[in-house]
């Protein structure tokens, strides 16, 4: 292999070089995560952050030790999670909103071996200082 140096005194094979094994050393570990997809029938407008979503069938797509979530339906969201947390015990896959009266905020996706919390939206919270007096109900729904 040749090494040239170029008009401004920059050896270009070395930079090529150095580039390709940064670039496959940093590939490595997003190929040895592991993508997870599940489904779920949510027949309700939800809210995920500030955006609203219409009811239907969702493919809910994470890469594990990532905190981003894709929620794909009629359109697809990027969502970033506040947290995840890991437990031992398996559960069964299910995602958990919050209710105050007719609105539904998305709270929390569970895997068979993580918990992915969503922050509250701004119109969240101001519906939970609304409703204090009222209970808060929250919806658990599965997926398969």
Known sequence: ??????????????????????????????????????RADIPFEFVVWNTTAAPGTYAITFQSGFSVVQLAGSQ??????????????PQEPKLV?????????LSQIWTTSTRR????????????????????????LAMR
Do not use: W
């Open 76 to 89: 697809s969201y990027y969502l970033q999670t506040s947290s995840i947390r890991s437990y031992t015990s």
């Open 97 to 105: 909103f919050h209710r105050y009266g007719d609105q539904y905020f």
């Open 1 to 38: 292999m040749q090494v040239s140096e170029d008009t401004e005194g920059n050896f270009t094979v070395k930079r090529l070089g150095f580039t390709i094994f940064a670039a496959a050393v940093l590939a490595v570990p997003l190929c040895a995560q592991v993508a997870s997809t599940a």
């Open 117 to 140: 919390d969503f922050s509250m939206s701004r119109k969240e919270r101001e519906l939970k200082k609304i409703a204090a007096a009222a209970a808060q109900t929250e919806i658990v």
